[in-house]
Each structure stands twice: as C-alpha cells, then as structure tokens.
C-alpha cells in the first residue's frame, strides 16, 4: 500500500511569488492535515481536512490556505512569500475520525530567496 | 492550551547504552500520546503509541507508558544502536480538535 505522496519535494520560490504543494494520502485515508516544521518552531499545525471540509486551523495568516479534493488529495497554498515561510511542509493522512494515527508524507522542503 | 514539553537535546550515547527521553504534557481532555521518529531528509514515522492511562506502547525495542498521575509519556529503549540516532517527537491529540501538538523535539546520537 502507498504511502502519503507529496510533490514537489523541493522547491525554490522567490519572496513575493506564490506556491502550492500537492499531497495523496493514503487509499482509503479521508482526513489530510499539514503541519510546518522549522528548526526555530518546530512543528506547528496548519489545518485539517476531512472530506472536502476544513474542520480546523492553526494559527497561520490568511496568506495560508488550502483545500481538499473529492478524491481526498489536497493541496496547500501560500501566497505572497516571505522569507520566514522557508521550511519543510508536511503532509499527514488519517484513516477514520479523530484518535487515530496520522501518517506523514516526506514533505516539500520550500525555500524562500 | 495543550502543549508537550520534551527534554533538550542533543542527546549523545554510546552503542548499547540505555536511553531515556523524558516527555510530559498538558491537556484538558484525554488525550491520546504518541512517539514518532524522524531519520535524516524525511518525514516523520510513528515509532509508537498509547491511548489511554496505563497503556504501554512498544515499538523496535522502544517503551514508553502514559502516565496519568504525573502527566508523562517517557520513551525508554534498553541497548540502543546506531541505527537509532534520529530525532524523536513526543505528541498529543485530544478527541475532537483533528490536530497533533508536538514537542520540539530530541536529536539522538549513537556512537559505535
């Protein structure tokens, strides 16, 4: 069974520009989540989806956004970049509802110039 | 709000040593605690998990048991290798908030 699939892996924006990153979950995985992981934050939660809807979301401005697919793909969005938005983006699926485990993708490592 | 607070790292050991890596948390639900590992360039693999009061999860040699009395979730593994240095996460969710709250993390390193 295939893991959680994230594309790209990594990525060079400029500051301004925007970006999106993709992630497959799982078959069969309805909820998908992202997290940030910076050496200076750690891992901090951006949002949750469970078919198609958001059902929570971190403490992120609004130039973080994302969405979820009928197929339960899902992508995230950053707009006008900052250099601060440099870090590792991590997808993570789960099968049912909350309690159960999530499982990561390898992530997309952005870098912002 | 619910947070994981980890012991500093780097923690440095040699091959058969045995490893402690403290963990407690603050929760206002019951939450569920979970230990996940993280190589070199990749994401992060759940080494093991518990989801109620008194549960052991085990994993590879690894241990830890929730301890509700003393909010803790202390991951423990007998005669570690080299194979184990990684970064290792200890994490929380709680029913209802579809989220993770993870620790900053604790680099371990395994001298041969």
């Known amino acids: 069974k295939a893991g959680v699939t994230q594309t790209p892996r990594y990525l060079i924006k400029t500051r301004g520009q925007q970006v999106t990153l993709s992630c497959s979950p799982i078959?069969?995985?309805?909820?998908v989540s992202w997290y940030q992981q910076t050496p200076g934050q750690g891992l901090q939660f951006l949002f949750e989806?469970?078919?198609?809807?958001?059902?929570n979301k971190g403490n992120f401005p609004g130039r973080f956004s994302g969405r979820q697919f009928s197929n339960s793909r899902s992508e995230m969005n950053v707009s006008t970049l900052e250099l601060g938005d440099s870090a590792l983006y991590l997808c993570?699926?789960?099968?049912?509802?909350?309690?159960?485990?999530?499982?990561f993708g390898e992530g997309s490592w952005l870098t912002v110039v | 709000g619910d947070s994981v607070t980890q012991m500093e790292g780097p923690v440095t050991l040699s091959e058969e040593a045995f490893l402690t890596i403290n963990c407690t948390y603050t929760?206002?639900?019951?939450?569920?605690l979970f230990w996940y590992v993280q190589y070199p360039g990749e994401g992060l693999q759940l080494l093991l998990k518990?989801?109620?009061?008194?549960d052991k999860g085990s994993n590879k040699g690894f241990e830890a048991t929730y301890r509700k009395e003393t909010t803790s979730f202390h991951l423990e593994k007998g005669s570690v290798q080299v194979s184990d240095s990684a970064v290792y996460f200890c994490?929380?969710?709680?029913?209802?908030?579809?989220?993770?709250?993870f620790g900053t993390g604790t680099r371990l390193k395994v001298l041969a």
């Open positions: 993570a699926s789960r099968q049912g509802d909350s309690g159960n485990t999530i499982y």
């Open positions: 078959s069969g995985h309805r909820s």
């Open positions: 989806y469970f078919s198609e809807t958001q059902r």
């Open positions: 929760a206002t639900g019951y939450p569920s």
């Open positions: 518990a989801t109620k009061a008194d």
């Open positions: 994490a929380l969710t709680t029913s209802g908030t579809y989220k993770y709250i």
